[in-house]
């Protein structure tokens, strides 16, 4: 009889990540998901995706936190709310991707373009009050590096096109009135969210 390769040593299970996933706003939700896989046939960009949400909350479960930040599913959510709206639980699917994106994003994950895209938006948003389009692409290509700024000179001829006909203004709008009250409320928002342990 040949010698068998299956360990009879229990497997170690960690699940620190699940735990992290679980504190987050809308985290403990996911918990809730009964893998019907309602939410990957409704998504409409499930075909780009690694894996489908309920997949992705199943590695969550495991504890596989590489599988989970290294995905671009969250990546891919366009927000349209089909999967919240069609979920037999009723799990705000939507608002457990922001908060995976927000955790990637301060854990250091940032392959995905996406990334560079979410915080040059919120950085524009954060010195100004609103979002001002070239301010906000020119913090992406930043971000990105010089090989994607290469390929922002390749899109130039759009880019006078769109200038000509008045789709993408030149100067920057006036920052809003009380940007400082907006300012510190962000940083108590943010701070309660420290204190919160999340």
Known sequence: MGESNISSAPMKYDNSFAREVYALENG???????????????CATRELMD???RQLFNLVKLGKKEEVMNSNTM???????????????????????????????SKGYLKHPQSAFYQGFWQEVLSRGKAFEGGVMARYYLKRGWSEIKKAFGMKDMGISMLKHGRMPMVPPKKIKGLKGLKSIIEKAQSLEKEAGR
């Open 28 to 42: 403990e939700k996911a918990r809730m998901c009964m893998q019907c896989g309602m939410c990957g046939v409704s």
């Open 51 to 53: 894996y489908s949400p």
């Open 75 to 105: 990546w891919m959510c366009t927000s349209c709310c089909t999967c919240k709206a069609r979920c037999p639980r009723g799990i705000p699917l939507v608002d457990v991707m922001h908060d995976l994106k927000y955790m990637a994003i």
